[in-house]
């Protein structure tokens, strides 16, 4: 890897280890569902602009297959996981939900035997058998029993997580076609009109709350989170492959507790950093399988 690739991780890395910590804090503000509609429209128009350079490039013409894909791909993506991710973020901690998110390429690894036959094997079935025991320590059992955890909360985002890793697995069966930018951004834009339409008949605000004073937290929301992180991810992938970018979500989990710690003054207990050891461990070895298949 070269120093611009290792930035790009870095980048990519930082935007996305700070979601749970700008979520829980504009959570206090907007509606959980009008939070994730608004940071995907911002962060798919600021994403447009290179989705169209891409198409002129390659001279890709989209059809009526390819537009479904992509709506499919924005209802898992948008109206389904982020949702219950910032519904998430609001009952439990940023810390944990940070935790509970990072594992969502184990996820990947599980659905993508099923929809691009990408074989489920032994080593991966450890990093899963890892990376969960790590997820069960991190969620300490005793507190959830007593109430000071909501399972709940635990729950919506443990499945924000799954259906995450179903849409990063469903995302490669058109990923060459279409390139990472065109799929995101679109995706990104075609979920958003869905949730808008949900919106519309449900009642949920749209554009109530934004001011002087919420403004640029939303505006960090949309335009580095999602925007700038999914850009610095994609550049990543493209100069230093798929098995390097993932580096980005080796760093997530440890990054995220600080994030939570310093702002958000949430405690990181010693259970919260075994799991976390956990975690890592089993992401480790996934990338470890990744390197493999590239050489």
Known sequence: MNRKSILYILLTAFCFGTLEVASKLAGASFNSIQLVFLR???????????????????????????????????????????AMLQIGVKMINANLASILISINPVFTMVFAHFIVNDRFTKRKAVVLGVSLAGLLIVANPAKIFSGEISIEGLLITLAAAISFGLYTALGKLRLQKLGGMVQNTFSFLLGSAVLLVFMIFSGTPIIEGINLSTLPLLLYLGIVVTGLGYFAFMKAIAMAGPSNASIAFFIKPVLAPVMSLLILKESVTWNFMLGVVFILAGSLINMNVLFRKKS
Do not use: E, H
């Not at 447009?48 to 390819?66: C, E, H, V, W």
């Open 40 to 82: 995907f429209v911002i962060g798919g128009v600021i994403l447009l602009p290179f989705a169209i350079r891409d198409i002129k490039a390659k001279n890709l013409k989209l059809d009526k297959g390819d537009w479904l894909y992509l709506l499919c791909l924005g209802i898992i993506c948008v109206c389904i996981s982020m």
